[in-house]
């Protein structure tokens, strides 16, 4: 069986949710180093100390460092990369808050999703130094295939980021690029919500789907965990959403 053993991973937005999920997956899969990189130094530090506890507990010997990183800073990302080395595989699960919305909204508000969920990934992926048989991960989303109300700027998104991995796939090659799609998980962002109002729309979410319950980052982590292994995929997206687009 393949494993991450003696490998480097770099996940951009390690610090929460799926992210978090795939710097813990990674460790349990003998990865050698892990670094973890978002935008608020406090986390980064937290997180470290976290996935520090999983390694002890679990006996195991991979290396976790915390990196800071603005994603839509290009001129940072650029000097995060010429330092950092030559890496096994970066994985991008960092992204905004996402502004919905469409009829009577100012579009101007919600041009910032296109710099941190799509030119910073292609930014990275230029940048990124990558060792032989290594891989990029982006991160999209189902609303590519079927998007809600108010979301066609997140829909068009998350279709752009589908198209720039088989590009990227082709002008990185023999480098893998993929994407990982996720539907509804619950993951840290569902906390900001009433909590009467989170397991109303929790609920909502798991009834639509034909699992019949929304998914969790862990299992989401498995996908991006086979995309680092898996050497003869490149180009796809991998959709994970308990059949959303069925219903």
Request: proline share 4%; glycine share 10%; hydrophobic share 45%.
């Amino acid at each position: 069986m393949t494993s991450l053993r003696d490998q480097t991973i770099l996940i951009i937005g390690g610090t929460s949710g799926i992210g978090y999920s795939v710097a813990e997956a990674s460790l349990h899969q003998q990865a050698a180093h892990v670094i973890v990189a978002s935008s608020t130094p406090e986390k980064v530090t937290k997180t470290v100390a976290r996935l520090e506890e999983t390694t002890t507990k679990n006996n195991l010997s991979g290396k976790v460092t915390g990196k800071t990183l603005d994603v839509s800073n290009s001129d940072q990302v650029k000097k995060f990369f010429a330092e950092i080395g030559e890496l096994d595989h970066v994985v991008i699960t960092s992204g905004d808050k996402l502004k919905l919305g469409f009829k009577g909204v100012d579009l101007e508000t919600l041009k910032s999703a296109l710099d941190v969920r799509f030119w910073a990934a292609a930014l990275i992926a230029q940048q990124a130094r990558i060792k032989k048989g290594g891989s990029i991960t982006l991160t999209g989303g189902v609303a590519s295939i079927k998007p809600p109300p108010g979301w066609p700027i997140v829909a068009g998104l998350a279709g752009a980021a589908e198209s720039l991995v088989k590009g990227l796939a082709v002008d990185l090659a023999p480098v893998r690029v993929n994407l990982v799609a996720p539907g509804a998980v619950l993951t840290e962002l569902w906390d900001s919500l009433p909590t009467d109002l989170r397991e109303k729309l929790l609920q909502e979410s798991a009834d639509k789907l034909l699992v019949k319950r929304v998914g969790n980052p862990e299992e989401i982590a498995d996908a991006y965990i086979f995309l680092m292994k898996c050497g003869f995929i490149t180009g796809e997206t991998l959709h994970i959403n308990g059949g959303q687009t069925l219903v």
